[in-house]
């Protein structure tokens, strides 16, 4: 009998998302429409709320992941010069 080794998909903490930031997203949309359907008691409500909120950090903590590795990138792609500088993403709802 040979074991398999039990090994984490993301070892490296450095270089994985918390986790899947899709998957969080996903799960972030689900609780925001049973919430808005105004049909779960008080105490679900605040657990679904709670949930909300950790999988509102798990989403930020990967989007600045995602963030300093693009500055790295850019920052080596640009041979030491700071020919690239990070601006706000822009969106749709700014016309309004």
């Known amino acids: 009998m040979s074991k398999k080794p039990t090994t ?44 909300g909120v950790q999988l509102t950090r798990q989403c930020q903590t990967a989007l600045t992941q995602a963030e300093q590795k693009v500055e790295i990138l850019l920052r080596k792609s640009g ?12 969106t749709d709802d700014e016309d309004t």
């Not at 070892?11 to 779960?40: C, M, R, W």
């Not at 041979?79 to 822009?90: W, Y």
């Open 79 to 90: 041979g030491g010069t700071d020919e690239f500088e990070a601006s706000p993403f822009e």
């Open 8 to 51: 984490t998909p993301a070892t490296n903490n450095a270089d994985a998302p918390i986790p899947d930031f899709e998957a969080s997203l996903a799960e972030l949309e689900g609780i925001v429409e049973k919430l808005e359907q105004g049909e779960l008691s008080l105490e679900e409500s605040l657990q679904q709320f709670e949930r």
